[in-house]
């Protein structure tokens, strides 16, 4: 389909890439051939309605999975992929909203004729524990600065962040992190529990050679932003204030140092690798 989320990037908008796969598994019975779950895959930021909306909703996604359960007759998951920098392309009020939802469901819907059928003939889930840097506590100055400036900011109190870093100024701190893998026949899906690029997902991609290797983040949680090294030194999409504000429930205590994302693709990688030895899965 076209463009679906617009890339957030604050330099060049909006000429960022953007993932603009929209994967869709169905699952059926194998005796009379009814759907049970459907299961959708999708990049693009579910913040249409914006932090000045009063309406309480699933935004886009909660939509678009009431519209295409209504059609299909089953339960229908939407599931994010890398959407640290995309936002949807339509944003700001209930008619962007729909617009979103009725792009993401008409497009399942017009594309279901094309859905193959397989037997379940490989599945497998493999994770590891992987120990995620943070960058170096700044000087007690520089602390203060970012202190002050997620309060300015975000209108909240930054005291609690900020005795708990300046107790470690120097140090580097680090926080378990879960990579996730899922296989399913040919198709897969790996994830995090931060928000992601979605330059790492089309690395991902790429790494596989296959369009059906999806890549997403909140998988079982959320810690925080994942920049791409090379949009980790502008500090953008909340990705320095985030830690400050959400630390202290978070854990994220700072940013993650820049070469983490693509240590998360190595990780993935592996898991790949060791899918393939039988004795290696959990």
């Known amino acids: 389909m076209s463009r679906f989320g617009i890339h957030r990037e604050e330099i060049n908008p909006p000429l960022g890439v953007t993932d603009d796969r929209i994967g869709t598994l169905l699952v059926r019975r194998v005796d009379d051939e009814c759907l049970v779950g459907a299961f959708v895959f999708c ?29 299909l007759g089953c339960p229908v998951v939407i599931v994010q992929g890398a959407t640290g920098n995309v936002n ?6 209930l008619a962007s909203l729909q ?94 529990p931060m928000e992601p690029f979605c330059e790492t997902a089309l690395q991902i991609k790429r790494m596989r050679q296959t369009e059906l290797a999806f890549f997403g ?29 959400y630390g202290p429930v978070t854990g994220l205590w700072m940013p993650p140092v820049p070469e983490t994302a693509n240590d998360i693709v190595s990780h993935i990688r592996q898991l790949y690798e060791m899918n393939n030895n039988p004795a290696s899965l959990v």
């Open 88 to 93: 949807a392309k339509y944003r700001g009020d």
């Open 217 to 245: 983040g909140y998988t079982n949680g959320y810690i925080g932003y994942l920049p791409t090294a090379e949009e980790h030194p502008y500090g953008g999409y909340e990705v320095a204030i985030n830690p400050v504000v």
């Open 43 to 71: 990049t693009a930021h579910p913040n249409v309605l914006k932090s000045d909306s009063v309406v309480l909703s699933g935004d886009y996604p909660g939509v678009a999975r009431t519209l295409l359960e209504q059609a």
């Open 99 to 192: 617009k979103m939802a009725f792009a993401l469901s008409g497009h399942v819907l017009t594309t279901i004729a094309d859905v193959s059928f397989q037997p379940l003939t490989h599945h497998r889930i493999q994770s590891v524990i992987y120990p995620m840097r943070l960058t170096k506590v700044p000087a007690t100055d520089v602390l203060q600065d970012m202190a002050t400036y997620a309060e300015q900011t975000w209108g909240v109190s930054a005291a609690r962040w900020l005795a708990y870093v300046q107790e470690r100024s120097g140090t580097t701190l680090t926080i378990p992190v879960e990579v996730q893998l899922f296989e399913l026949n040919e198709g897969s899906f790996s994830g995090i």
